[in-house]
């Protein structure tokens, strides 16, 4: 098994940009979360998805979209990229929502 | 969710116990105790989650207090590898949303 994976791995865009982050698992869980990891900070949810069709807001939403079409993908869309969203992406997932959440190896992105 | 207060670094003679605290005063009955780390900027690895009995599994042990506002994680035996951030998080464990790291402790084990 693969586990959890991003693309890309590294991202510079321009203020004003969009772009998707990619996401993937291959062990069938019904949760996926995305984080942001800003330097020397903790991981702060962006959104989070309990199934295929269901998604949900977290603590930092604003400035960001998500889908869940299926249950293996669920990609993060930038719309009008600022430079506050330069951070470190990562997308994890879980079995149930008190089992441990897997992590992908991140997205670093950067916005000048 | 319970607020949760860590050190901001601790150093750890390799070969030693590494014991890392975490104050979570405000803990609601129905919240657990999850640890994880991160390794050198890589996606952070799940460690060891408990309620309010002590848990261990291979990587580590958990000792929540009786009163469950204070929690440490051990890791026994401490190597250079285990150089990373730990995080202590508290949540619910039926709510998906309430998942947010705080900034955690950076332990550094050294030779």
């Known amino acids: 098994n693969a586990g959890v994976t991003q693309t890309p791995k590294f991202r510079i865009l321009k203020i004003g940009q969009s772009m998707t982050l990619q996401c993937t698992q291959d062990?069938?869980?019904?949760?996926m979360y995305w984080y942001r990891q800003d330097p020397g900070m903790g991981l702060k949810l962006i959104y989070y998805?309990?199934?295929?069709?269901?998604?949900d807001k977290g603590e930092v939403p604003n400035g960001y979209n998500v889908s869940r079409s299926t249950t293996e993908d669920f990609p993060l869309r930038l719309e009008l990229a600022a430079p506050s969203q330069t951070s470190v992406y990562f997308c994890?997932?879980?079995?149930?929502?008190?089992?441990?959440?897997?992590f992908g190896p991140g997205t670093r992105l950067t916005v000048t | 969710d319970a607020k949760t207060t860590q050190p901001p670094s601790m150093d750890c003679a390799e070969g030693r116990a590494a014991n890392l605290p975490c104050n979570h005063s405000t803990i609601s009955g129905n919240e657990y105790v999850y640890w994880y780390r991160q390794i050198h900027s890589q996606g952070p690895q799940y460690i060891i989650h408990g309620l309010k009995n002590n848990e261990t599994n291979e990587m580590a042990s958990l000792i929540i207090t009786e009163d469950r506002k204070s929690s440490t994680l051990i890791l026994p035996h401490a190597t250079l590898r285990d150089t990373a951030v730990y995080y202590c998080?508290?949540?619910?464990?039926?709510?998906?949303?309430?998942?947010?790291f705080g900034d955690g402790t950076t332990l550094t084990v050294k030779p």
């Open positions: 998805s309990v199934g295929a069709g269901i998604t």
């Open positions: 998080i508290v949540r619910v464990a039926t709510n998906a949303g309430k998942s947010t």
């Open positions: 062990m069938n869980h019904n949760y």
């Open positions: 994890a997932s879980s079995a149930g929502v008190g089992y441990e959440q897997y």
